[in-house]
């Protein structure tokens, strides 16, 4: 690597050297780094300065929220070319690829089916024990995953946020949406 300013030479020698010269003075930490420290005390303080101006979330460090802006602007830097797939972070496009490898990382200890994400089988774990952590407070109706959960509350809201690019309907599932969009194509799925 090679280095502007004898000042960042020196400080990226810390990072091998394992020498921490910052003390944090509210718990044992150290860091090598002055920025690290910096980020640390703000855990303590809560101090957040980098706020989203569109939806008033802050962060402790600018490049948080940068990875924030991605939500508001869409943008989608991470891309994996074999399927033409793009994602606005990184980890999202790792736990894409595992689809492709077809590697099952997370095996049930109940059962001997094995998952490619943590969350798969997190959730698949609630079909032995039959719980279900997500209650809708408006009918006491539960669930055992957080996007049943949303589904139904749209029953409530009434909010329909699939429309049709072709025409102004609107719908509440994708589904519904899927089959629609076949009355504009004339295709009839099942002959």
């Known amino acids: 690597m090679a280095f502007s300013q004898r000042t960042t030479l020196i400080s990226h020698h810390r990072t091998h050297s394992g020498k921490k010269s910052y003390q ?8 090598s780094l002055t920025i690290s420290i910096i980020y640390h005390m703000r855990t303590h303080t809560e101090e957040k300065p980098y706020q989203c101006r569109q939806c008033e979330k802050a ?9 924030h802006m ?5 943008e989608k830097t991470c891309q994996y070319n074999l399927c033409d797939k793009a994602f606005s972070m990184n980890c999202y496009l790792i736990k894409h690829l595992r689809t492709h490898t077809e590697e099952k990382t997370y095996q049930c200890r109940q059962c001997d089916k094995a998952f490619s994400l943590k969350t798969y089988l ?18 006491d109706q539960a669930f055992s995953q957080n996007n049943s959960l949303i589904k139904h509350m749209r029953t409530h809201t009434g909010e329909k946020p699939f429309q049709c690019s072709l025409c102004v309907k609107t719908f509440s599932k994708n589904s519904d949406l899927i089959t629609h969009l076949r009355t504009h194509t004339g295709e009839k799925p099942y002959q």
């Open 70 to 74: 991605r939500i508001h602007t869409r």
């Open 59 to 67: 962060f402790l460090q600018n490049s948080d929220l940068i990875k």
């Open 24 to 31: 944090c003075c509210q718990c044992d930490q150290a860091f």
């Open 122 to 139: 997190i959730s698949h774990h609630r079909t032995h024990t039959r719980q279900k952590p997500y209650q809708c407070y408006q009918c």
